[in-house]
């Protein structure tokens, strides 16, 4: 399942909206009926309005009425070259554990190793209401 996520992810990488930063990423995210929706960042002129590959591909499953998720992968690199891991900035992390239960898979791949984590390690202290 992992290499149909990259593969998914790599060819939603073509998408990502980065003329600012040039640092392209893309998410591929795998919900529990087996459906997979990817997202890109997008980038804003505005810089703070910009939108994490992430969060866009829980947009579109969320938009589609997904509500449970099993394992989200994330690539990115400078000019969309993949290098190294990209890990889920700070914000992801708290909007993914609204929707997302502690063992979620949150899966890194560099573009010749995979690295997994759960939501649970990556916000051990996230707030909640
Ligand atoms: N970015 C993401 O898409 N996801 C993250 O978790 C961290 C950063 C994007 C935002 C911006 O377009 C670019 O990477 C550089 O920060």
């Known amino acids: 399942m992992k290499e149909i996520l990259l593969e998914r992810a790599l060819k939603a ?8 930063s040039k640092f392209q990423v893309a998410a591929a995210l795998e919900c529990a009926d087996g459906s997979i929706f990817t997202g890109v960042n ?9 939108l994490c590959a992430e969060r866009s591909a829980f947009a579109a499953a969320l938009s589609e009425g997904k ?9 990115g690199g400078s000019a ?10 700070g914000i992801c992390r708290q909007f993914m554990s609204e929707f997302c239960a502690p ?10 190793q995979f ?15």
């Open 13 to 20: 990488l073509e998408n990502a909206y980065a003329p600012y």
């Open 42 to 50: 997008i980038e804003n002129a505005s810089f703070g309005a910009t």
């Open 67 to 75: 509500r449970q998720f099993v394992r989200l992968l994330i690539i």
């Open 80 to 89: 969309g070259h993949i290098s190294a891991y990209c890990p889920p900035c």
């Open 103 to 112: 063992d979620f898979e949150i899966v890194l791949c560099n573009g010749e």
């Open 115 to 129: 690295e997994t984590h759960t939501l649970k390690e990556l916000l051990p202290k996230g707030f909640s209401l």
